[in-house]
Every structure is written in C-alpha cells, then in structure tokens.
C-alpha cells in the first residue's frame, strides 16, 4: 500500500488555513480569537508552548462555528476541485493518508476520494481541543502503528521533510511539488534544500526576532555611549559588544536552548567577529564617509548580515554533535 501526507500533497494548499478562511467569512467573530492566537503563535515559536497546544488555542475559532462538520461538507463541495492531477491518476483503493490535518475536516473529502483508511489529528470540531497530540512528525508513525502494526510501505508521498519518519518506513519516498514528484533521498541531499532547513526553521525566525530585541539595543546603547564618547565608530563599537552580551543569553536560552558556558560564549563572541567588521565597515563609509546621520547608519549596520551571523552560531558556537 502507498501512504500519503494530504495539505499540499494530495490537496493543493493547506486545507486547515483554507478552512478557516471559508469560515471568517461566514462567521466574522472569530476575528476575536487573533490575539490569543497570535500570542500561543509566539509561546510555541519560543519553545514554551508545544505545537499541540498552540493549535488547540488556534481551533477555538470554531467556537464561532455553527456546526462544524456541516460547514466541512459545504467546504468541500467549493474546494474539492483542488486535488492534485497526479493523485487522482495514481491513487488506489488501499491508500493511507496521514496528516496534521483535523479528522472532522478531512473526512467528507476522504468519504469522497475513497482513502482506504485516514489517520488524522483529533480534534473536537465544537471546542477546538485535542484528544492525544497533533499529528506530525513521530506522531504520524506512533499513530500508523498504533492502527496498523504490520503495514508495509511501498511508496511514501509528502510536501514535506518533516514527515522523514515516515519516509523511512516506505521502500520508495517522494517528495511532492506542484505535480512533480522529486526522489526523496535526491531532494533531501540538495544544497537548496540544506539552504531552507537553515533559514526556514524555528530557531532561524527565533533568531530573528532576538536580532530585532539586539538591533534595538545595539541602537540604543550606541546612542547612549555617544554622549560620552564623542568618535561615532568608537561608540558603535562598545554598543555592539554590549548588545552582543544580551544576544547571547537570549540566543542560549530562547533560539539554541543551550547552556551558558564560557568556551561558548568566546566561540559565539567569535561568530560575530565577521558580522561586526561588516558593520563596522558600513558605519563608517555611511556615517563618516557620506555624513548621514549616525542613527540611519547604526539600523542599516545592525541588519546587515544577519544571515552570515546566524550560519556562524549555528555550525560554530551552539553546534550540535
């Protein structure tokens, strides 16, 4: 039998997002539940919140749902056009499909497909909770095995590389884009696809937003020296060092989730070695060289670089082994 992931696998967009779309337009009051959300969004992106419980606070927008499953057969029936040409060529009576999907949502469209069996997210479409974890990654093979312990995988389908616990599982894996189906082990060992691991990831948007906390206090603390140190370079310069002091104890507690160390602490000191020669560079060509006022050329330096900063933090001083 072949297993299948479903939102940008089998469906052509991510059906949840879709969903609730169709709904705010129905039902405008879920626009109240976009701060909560927005906040579980920020715990999980922290590592405070599991992914679980951020989706759970998501899904309370279907408290404002008349009938959820009603509204996911009436979803269906708009958007069951957008399944993929090449699963409905490929598809067979005894597919799997596992997704992170909720099961409420996905089964009209399963009904209508004929999945031979859907393992899916559980969650109650009344109050938005979930009865055990959402289904991703490991869960997906906890579950699959769970219900069906002696299955054997011919081929594996899926958008995503999040899903290679399932992958190793099948004899032939695939990745999915658009209609095109890529060789999973030729797809994983790209250099574009190393490329989005590193900056399409959790701890690249964690570090981005410790950077933003950094850039602000790199501003800060520059202006501040210069008020006591009349050379604008030599300000900037003891501004970084002190901003870096803070980005490092919040890039070990909240982005690498490591442990203060001093050997890690020089090697990320390091890391930002080529950052600030950059930086550096730019302050004076911008601020000494065409006279522009100190402030602009302390925010243009401070978001420069910031890839070559992040590639250095993660492979140097917080690396795994």
Not at 110 to 130: C, H, M, N, Q, W
Not at 136 to 157: D, W
Not at 192 to 220: A, D, P, W, Y
Not at 264 to 289: D, E, G, H, M, W
Request: charged share 25%; glycine share 6%.
């Amino acid at each position: 039998m072949n297993i299948y992931d479903f939102d940008k696998t089998i469906y052509n967009g991510d059906s949840t997002t879709d969903f609730y779309f169709y709904c705010l337009k129905k039902y405008p009051k879920i626009l109240l539940t976009v701060p909560m959300t927005s906040f579980a969004f920020a715990m999980y992106i922290i590592g405070a919140w599991s992914k679980t419980k951020f989706k759970e606070i998501m899904y309370r927008f279907l408290l404002y749902v008349e009938n959820p499953e009603h509204e996911a057969e009436l979803f269906w029936a708009e958007h069951g056009g957008n399944i993929k040409e090449y699963y409905r060529k490929t598809r067979r009576p005894d597919d799997i499909v596992i997704s992170a999907s909720p099961e409420f949502l996905l089964k009209p469209i399963a009904e209508r497909l004929g999945f031979g069996r859907l393992i899916a997210s559980r969650v109650d479409p009344r109050t938005g909770k979930y009865d055990g974890e959402n289904c991703h990654g490991e869960e997906k093979v906890r579950r699959l095995h769970a219900e069906l312990p002696e299955v054997r995988c011919e081929e594996f389908y899926s958008d995503s590389f999040s899903d290679a616990p399932l992958a190793r599982l099948a004899e032939r894996a695939y990745i999915v884009k658009g209609q095109e189906l890529i060789d999973w082990e030729k797809a994983e060992n790209s250099g574009k696809n190393k490329i989005k691991e590193m900056f399409f990831s959790k701890e690249f948007i964690m570090f981005l937003v410790v950077g933003g906390i950094n850039t602000i206090n790199g501003v800060l603390f520059s202006m501040l020296y210069g008020y006591l140190i009349p050379d604008e370079n030599l300000a900037f310069a003891a501004g970084y060092v002190t901003s870096t002091i803070i980005s490092y104890l919040l890039n070990s507690f909240l982005t690498f989730h490591e442990r203060l160390s001093l050997v890690r602490y020089v090697k990320f000191f390091v890391s930002y070695i080529p950052n600030f020669i950059i930086q550096l560079a730019v302050v004076f060509i911008v601020c000494t060289v065409l006279g522009v006022y100190k402030l602009i050329a302390y925010i243009l330096a401070a978001v420069i670089g910031v890839p070559v900063t992040f590639l250095l933090m993660k492979v140097f001083a917080f690396a795994k082994h």
